[in-house]
């Protein structure tokens, strides 16, 4: 059972995202709560998985953010917003949030998308992540320091990277290209030192910038 904490300012968001999770066989909102909350309701709740909004008018959510990834096991967050550009998603990737998504995403898609999360996958809107790379404003640079690392990474590794941006945990990707999560985690580890970054998201990140999804997913 995935255990979910959902941390939003207004009920009915609260309430209907608990709802539609409930609904799933495999996931279970394990309590609710506000910005001010928060902290002692994921203290209490130990879950896996807290969809966290970004902007709260107690605490706002950057602030939140920082204060779980601060505990000793911190579940995974991922960031609720409202707006597809919001500027802060981006702040809130670099400090550690593993994904975000738009309050209007899809009721059907939601469950899956806090599987990914369990999961150890990475879930960005691609919608919201093409509108705030290109809000950026070295979103879309290629030729900066950071995107020039991943001339670093091997053919297979860049293979991988792509897969991490698309939001695939270690299983589906080696499921996807034949290779047990053992040795997709050590591709992994070897991805985030060759280029620098301490998450799959940042990662994922970098992956957006040099344009390696260009193929596989337009803007919307």
Do not use: C, W
């Amino acid at each position: 059972m995935i255990r979910v904490v959902v941390v939003d300012d207004e009920a009915l968001v609260r309430s209907g995202f608990e709802l539609i999770l409930g609904a799933a066989d495999d996931v279970r909102v394990v309590a609710t709560a506000t910005g001010g909350d928060a902290l002692a309701t994921v203290r209490a709740a130990e879950p896996d998985v807290v969809l966290l909004d970004i902007r709260m008018p107690d605490v706002d959510g950057l602030t939140v953010l920082r204060d779980i990834r601060a505990l000793p096991d911190p579940p995974v967050v991922a960031m609720l917003t409202t707006f597809d550009t919001d500027e802060y998603v981006l702040t809130a990737l670099r400090s550690g949030a593993a994904g975000f998504l738009l309050k209007d995403t899809d009721p059907a898609q939601l469950a899956q998308l806090v599987r990914t999360l369990a999961a150890g996958g990475v879930v960005m809107s691609p919608k919201a992540s093409h509108a705030v790379l290109r809000g950026h404003p070295a979103g879309p640079a290629r030729d900066d320091a950071e995107v020039a690392r991943i001339g670093h990474l091997t053919d297979r590794e860049r293979e991988v990277l792509v897969l991490i941006a698309e939001g695939l945990s270690n299983g589906e990707i080696g499921a996807r290209i034949h290779l047990s999560p053992g040795t997709v985690k050590d591709y992994v580890s070897a991805i985030l030192g060759k280029l620098r970054v301490s998450s799959r998201v940042q990662a994922a990140l970098l992956a957006q910038r040099a344009g390696l999804l260009d193929d596989r997913q337009a803007p919307q």
